[in-house]
């Protein structure tokens, strides 16, 4: 009889530490919120010249973004955001006003691997896109996802 409860016992445990499937759908940006304050306009006058003048940037061929200020700006002039549960997450340009942000309205839903890391992203007008992060597998099935 002993022996039939620790059987049992391993049994139930066992099945509750099983993984089951996550069901994800790209986020409502209403209730997403900025993380990081955006660089100061000095700050980034101040990185580019530091990063674009590195030697060893320019011999390793790592400044395509160097060639103007703008295109330098535009790659370092964005903030954290993340969604209002803090599962998925984005880099926004500051050129965007917040409330326009959290007016965009999902376009698209897409899995992407990247090493050993599977990548749940959410598309936005304008370029935006939120990122769920696991090293699970993902499967998307319409406008919602299940993942490991």
């Known amino acids: 009889m002993n022996q039939f409860r620790t059987l049992l016992a391993v049994l139930l445990v066992s099945s509750s530490l099983t993984a089951s499937a996550a069901t994800l759908v790209c986020p409502d940006l209403s209730g997403a919120a900025q993380i990081n304050a955006c660089p100061m306009e000095e700050e980034l006058k101040y990185t580019y010249n530091g990063f674009?003048?590195?030697?060893?940037?320019?011999?390793?061929?790592?400044?395509?973004?160097?060639?103007?200020?703008?295109?330098?700006r535009a790659m370092k002039n964005v903030a954290l955001w993340e969604s209002k549960d803090g599962v998925f997450d984005a880099y926004v340009s500051c050129d965007k006003p917040a409330a326009e942000v959290k007016m965009l309205r999902s376009t698209g839903m897409k899995v992407e691997k990247q090493g050993k890391l599977t990548k749940l992203v959410c598309s936005y007008p304008g370029g935006v896109t939120f990122t769920y992060r696991t090293k699970g597998a993902c499967r998307v099935d319409g406008v919602q996802a299940s993942c490991d």
Request: with cysteine; aromatic share 14%.
């Open 52 to 72: 674009c003048s590195d030697a060893a940037k320019a011999y390793a061929n790592q400044t395509d973004s160097c060639l103007r200020y703008e295109d330098y």
